[in-house]
Nanobody, 127 residues
Framework: QVQPVESGGGLVQAGGSLRLSCTTSRRPVEHYYIGWFRRAPGRERDAVAA????????IYAKSVKGRVTISGDDAMDTVYLQMASLKAEDTAVYYC????????????????????WGQGTQVTVSS
């Protein structure tokens, strides 16, 4: 396995919850974070959340802050994205990337994924 494998997506009603899982490939990485991203229809891929391997520190995109929680097992072999209070605009294919660099400049956060992408998992929220 040379790329992460995402699972857990599905169809859910607005206001519902889902938990996504990312099984990492355990490949060597250069950067500190494992991240979740998503691509909604007709849009670019956007960052959602990331977790730091060393101490489990987390960071969230403003669009989901307060509604999602990223976590991982002790070895960070599996990373989860717990999503609640889902909205129609959360509909997207969700991807995991296990080699993410996050930097900040002038109060802006820059998310740079360097690892290979998996197939993603579809999340559809019906309104």
């Amino acid at each position: 396995q040379v790329q992460p494998v995402e699972s857990g997506g599905g169809l859910v009603q607005a206001g519902g919850s889902l938990r996504l899982s990312c099984t990492t490939s355990r490949r060597p990485v250069e950067h500190y974070y494992i991240g979740w991203f998503r691509r909604a229809p007709g849009r670019e891929r956007d960052a959602v959340a990331a977790i730091r391997r060393s101490d489990g520190g987390t960071i969230y995109a403003k669009s989901v802050k307060g509604r999602v929680t990223i976590s991982g097992d002790d070895a960070m072999d599996t990373v989860y994205l717990q999503m609640a209070s889902l909205k129609a605009e959360d509909t997207a294919v969700y991807y995991c990337n296990e080699d993410v660099r996050i930097t900040t400049s002038n109060d802006r956060v820059y998310w740079e994924p360097f690892g290979p992408w998996g197939q993603g998992t579809q999340v559809t929220v019906s309104s």
